[in-house]
């Protein structure tokens, strides 16, 4: 994939781990990470980019922006 919209919230393995895993996959490890939660307390970005995440995008998604903001991560990769 060029991109991985990762949500941080989910049953089992939060996002936090599945973005370390995915870190620790060669085949995976360069492909930009953009967690997309609706946590939005201080600290909560700081610890998705510490799990290896590239970017945040907070919930609810805009419409209006998301696709851009998702076109940033990309870059030449599209």
Not at 19 to 47: C, F, H, K, N
Not at 60 to 67: E, H
Request: with cysteine; hydrophobic share 40%.
């Amino acid at each position: 994939p060029a991109l991985i919209l990762l949500d941080i919230q989910l049953p089992g393995m939060d996002g936090y781990a599945v973005a370390q895993a995915l870190r620790s996959d060669p085949a995976l490890r360069d492909i930009p990470i953009i967690a997309v939660t609706s946590y939005a307390m201080a600290g909560d970005r700081e610890r998705c980019l510490a799990a290896g995440c590239n970017g945040y995008i907070e919930k609810p998604i805009d419409p209006q922006t998301f696709a851009e903001e998702v076109e940033r991560y990309i870059g030449d990769r599209a």
